[in-house]
């Protein structure tokens, strides 16, 4: 079974391993992708709660997600966790004045709700905001509003870079983070994870397989993301020589990381959330595998934050044609 574990200080116990929800609400990430029917993705989502995974993730934005969840009847069962997501127009660097911000933010939640078919969110993660806007005290000031009426339990903030989690952290009133880390990016371990831990900010550890450039599908990048290659194919390198796939190998590298409460994964096909729960079920790495995974960071943002990836475009290995790559 996958470890249950406490998330940070809040009072919700989430599986070690979550499911991402992206894939079965719009087509996502590199190379040839299908959106499942809604029938599929039920499917999955059962199949997932039978695997032991206790924690979705998920968002306003993810196109049909909430709705697919809500439509599955998981998230009124007590044992199951679904935390969403609001806020997106602060990824995205529109300006917006504080009154329609607090407006967005709840009517988005309010949506959500109606979507999962719940009274109260367990958890309602913030998608995005800067250091800058979160250290004004808006972001949670909104955030605790809406706690206050019960719409949601518990709230977080899913960001990028150090210094916006950092600025949460220091806010004190965000429960959770939110972050991208893998064996390509471990830029937050030794920083924000760390201090994360310290002040008992439950992390959720998202993008382990960096958007596919841990898997088979890193044959699609473009030639401009020949080091991420590079150093996926060393990893792939020692996940052989440990008997292993790359993709279990990146999973348990994130499972390792002691300050990680769960560590997500996102996919449409069964399979792969099976080979996922093997991943864990196989255990931390031992150390010296560690040291030599560590070795393959890369600290470049232009590699490792899919935002930046050739202006949203990925070559296509087969025909030398480029598609769309939605960066969300």
Same mark, same amino acid.
């Given at each position: 079974?996958?470890?249950?574990?406490?998330?940070?200080?809040?009072?919700?116990?989430?599986?070690?391993?979550?499911?991402?929800?992206?894939?079965?609400?719009?087509?996502?990430?590199?190379?040839?992708?299908?959106?499942?029917?809604?029938?599929?993705?039920?499917?999955?989502?059962?199949?997932?709660?039978?695997?032991?995974?206790?924690?979705?993730?998920?968002?306003?934005?993810?196109?049909?997600?909430?709705?697919?969840?809500?439509?599955?009847?998981?998230?009124?069962?007590?044992?199951?966790?679904?935390?969403?997501?609001?806020?997106?127009?602060?990824?995205?660097?529109?300006?917006?004045?504080?009154?329609?911000?607090?407006?967005?933010?709840?009517?988005?939640?309010?949506?959500?709700?109606?979507?999962?078919?719940?009274?109260?969110?367990?958890?309602?993660?913030?998608?995005?905001?800067?250091?800058?806007?979160?250290?004004?005290?808006?972001?949670?000031?909104?955030?605790?509003?809406?706690?206050?009426?019960?719409?949601?339990?518990?709230?977080?903030?899913?960001?990028?870079?150090?210094?916006?989690?950092?600025?949460?952290?220091?806010?004190?009133?965000?429960?959770?983070?939110?972050?991208?880390?893998?064996?390509?990016?471990?830029?937050?371990?030794?920083?924000?994870?760390?201090?994360?831990?310290?002040?008992?900010?439950?992390?959720?550890?998202?993008?382990?397989?960096?958007?596919?450039?841990?898997?088979?599908?890193? @044959?699609? *990048?473009?030639? %401009?993301? $020949?080091?991420?290659?590079?150093?996926?194919? #060393? =990893?792939?390198?020692?996940?052989?020589? +440990?008997?292993?796939?790359?993709?279990?190998?990146?999973?348990?590298?994130?499972?390792?990381?002691?300050?990680?409460? @769960?560590? *997500?994964?996102? %996919?449409? $096909?069964?399979?792969?959330?099976?080979?996922? #729960? =093997?991943?864990?079920?196989?255990?931390? +790495?031992?150390?010296?595998?560690?040291?030599?995974?560590?070795?393959?960071?890369?600290?470049?943002?232009?590699?490792?934050?899919?935002?930046?990836?050739?202006?949203?475009?990925?070559?296509?290995?087969?025909?030398?044609?480029?598609?769309?790559?939605?960066?969300?």
């Amino acid at each position: 079974m996958i470890p249950q574990r406490i998330l940070g200080r809040t009072e919700l116990t989430v599986s070690a391993l979550g499911l991402g929800t992206t894939e079965i609400g719009y087509v996502y990430g590199i190379g040839d992708r299908n959106m499942p029917s809604e029938k599929e993705a039920i499917n999955l989502l059962h199949r997932a709660v039978d695997l032991g995974i206790t924690f979705i993730d998920t968002g306003h934005f993810y196109g049909a997600a909430e709705e697919r969840i809500g439509a599955s009847g998981i998230a009124k069962r007590d044992s199951i966790i679904v935390s969403t997501k609001c806020g997106h127009v602060l990824d995205r660097g529109e300006d917006i004045t504080e009154e329609e911000l607090a407006s967005q933010f709840r009517n988005e939640v309010e949506q959500s709700l109606k979507k999962l078919h719940l009274e109260s969110i367990p958890l309602v993660q913030v998608h995005g905001g800067s250091a800058e806007q979160i250290r004004s005290g808006l972001i949670s000031g909104i955030m605790n509003t809406l706690k206050a009426e019960g719409k949601l339990q518990y709230f977080g903030i899913s960001t990028r870079g150090t210094e916006a989690p950092l600025a949460a952290i220091e806010d004190g009133n965000f429960d959770t983070l939110q972050l991208a880390a893998s064996i390509l990016d471990q830029r937050m371990y030794n920083t924000v994870f760390a201090e994360a831990y310290k002040h008992n900010i439950g992390i959720i550890n998202r993008s382990v397989l960096l958007k596919g450039a841990l898997t088979p599908a890193r @044959t699609s *990048l473009a030639p %401009s993301l $020949k080091p991420l290659v590079s150093n996926a194919d #060393a =990893a792939e390198d020692i996940a052989k020589k +440990l008997g292993t796939t790359l993709p279990s190998l990146a999973i348990r590298f994130a499972f390792s990381q002691p300050e990680v409460s @769960t560590v *997500l994964v996102g %996919s449409n $096909k069964v399979k792969n959330l099976e080979v996922a #729960a =093997a991943a864990i079920a196989d255990g931390p +790495l031992h150390e010296e595998v560690l040291q030599q995974l560590r070795k393959l960071a890369i600290d470049d943002p232009l590699q490792v934050d899919p935002k930046n990836w050739d202006t949203q475009y990925v070559a296509d290995a087969k025909d030398g044609k480029k598609v769309h790559a939605n960066t969300k």
